[in-house]
């Protein structure tokens, strides 16, 4: 495997970093996740818009341009010979001193690495357990807005849902609504109406949850951002995730209970996966 | 300068990291820092046993006893000739996948690496201005009670003081309590008692803090864990700070207010230098 390190291209092996990255060192960095498909990152443009984003409120600068970075990532993809992978884009503030202040660190460190992952389905979305986790997130985080490479809370929560023989782990809030799930976001469909929770409660501003909704759009299907409690999402009609790697993932099982499926989901996952394959 | 890394000795420059390390990809480690006293890492076995109350918690594996890692503190010192400065120790769960279950990681990576650092003077605690943060901690979070390396919330409001002209940050909780600042555990003068916040709010369980509680009863002055608003910190006799790094740290500037300044937190200093000398 062929990783992208610095502006350079060089093997998985030789891919380091020293261990005075402030990635390394305190989490000090953000990333991306994207579905690669037909050779090209599905929507590489807003997963850097949203890293930018962060690295401006944590003012790490960019030593890339976007376009700079989806040039590499097309050489990526083509030295990988992985038309269908994931993608994932890290930045960190780099090397610098012990301590939390920020000052004199970098160049920023920058990574791109490619991971294999299973074919889409059209016919067929990913079906998972989920379990609820007894890990809350915070109700207002000031970085829960970017991706950042802090995310302790999150390996906990799925190290919990394995253990429980699930595949995801729900999250609710110190508020107690029900936020994400560890690696997406979460819609449920109720009286036919496909809701989301609202971003800025803990969860995360997808980037495929907002390709569903602008789906949902298309197809006609009527959206709702709501808050929701976890007891309430036993009335759904249909729960799926949303998440960058797999697109959508429909949850079959609640805690134990079963979850009734809809065509609606299935009609959303085709749709998605007939944008992979055009964009 | 020379690190330790997985059982060896390197020199700072080829003292690397896989990119795939996940204390690199997702801030998936622990670490503690230490005051190095007459070639001697202060209350090493406190840090190290907080660390494998973290490593169990988050299930990873110690690859080296603590009696190990004291045997190659001593060897890291001596090879660097810095009888007086900070040692870090850092775990993280060492190579892994990409997604945030921790299934097939490792072996984990341990690091020690030794920074320079003010000698101490015991007749003059370091004096530092203090800022409050517009960052709040959360009021609950599981993993407060670990020294884990998400630390961006700390790096951000670390930022933020420095831009205030500020040495520090100090950081309120989610229910509106004085939690900590991002580097230290907060003490305050009142009616000449010791008080300190709990821990479990926010605060981390430090090592330093429980030093300045033991000092506080040899002296014979009394102490009180009280939960504090920002608002009634203003009635303080005096304003301190604890930590590793450090020890104790005078607080003589809070939101550009001078702050009194006691006897009492002199002679608290000069206690833990007189400790540092004999331990």
Redesign the interface.
């Known amino acids: 495997m062929v990783?992208f390190?610095n502006g350079k291209f060089a093997s998985?092996?030789k891919?380091?970093?020293?261990?005075?990255?402030r990635?390394?060192?305190?989490?000090?960095g953000l990333?991306e996740?994207m579905r690669v498909f037909n050779g090209r990152p599905f929507r590489m443009a807003q997963h850097l818009e949203r890293m930018v984003r962060g690295a401006n409120?944590?003012?790490i600068p960019m030593p890339f341009t976007p376009k700079e970075l989806h040039h590499f990532a097309g050489q990526l993809i083509e030295k990988n010979k992985m038309p269908e992978a994931?993608l994932?884009v890290?930045l960190?503030r780099g090397p610098g001193?012990?301590?939390?202040?920020?000052?004199n660190a970098g160049p920023p460190t920058v990574?791109m690495?490619m991971?294999e992952i299973t074919p889409v389905d059209p016919a067929n979305p990913p079906r998972w357990h989920l379990v609820t986790s007894s890990?809350?997130i915070?109700?207002?985080?000031?970085?829960a807005s970017f991706k950042?490479?802090?995310?302790?809370?999150?390996?906990?929560?799925?190290?919990e849902a394995?253990a429980r023989d699930a595949d995801d782990a729900l999250l609710v809030n110190?508020n107690g609504e029900v936020a994400e799930t560890?690696?997406a976001n979460l819609f449920w469909i109720y009286h036919d109406k496909i809701c989301t929770t609202p971003t800025g409660r803990g969860a995360l501003p997808g980037i495929t949850r907002a390709v569903i909704l602008e789906i949902c759009q298309v197809l006609g299907l009527q959206t709702n951002k709501r808050v929701i409690k976890r007891e309430a999402l036993k009335n759904a009609e249909a729960i799926f995730l949303s998440q960058s790697?797999l697109g959508l993932v429909s949850i079959v099982n609640l805690d134990g209970d079963p979850v009734p499926e809809s065509p609606l989901v299935e009609k959303i996952y085709a749709s998605y996966c007939e944008m992979l394959a055009k964009e």
């Not at 891919?15 to 990255?21: C, K, L």
């Open positions: 990783v390190l998985e092996a891919a380091v970093v020293r261990v005075n990255d990635g390394f060192l305190y989490g000090d990333f996740t409120f944590l003012k994931v994932r890290t960190t001193e012990r301590g939390y202040s920020p000052k990574v690495t991971h890990f809350q915070p109700a207002s985080d000031p970085l950042t490479t802090n995310k302790l809370l999150q390996i906990a929560a799925s190290a394995e110190t560890a690696s790697a």
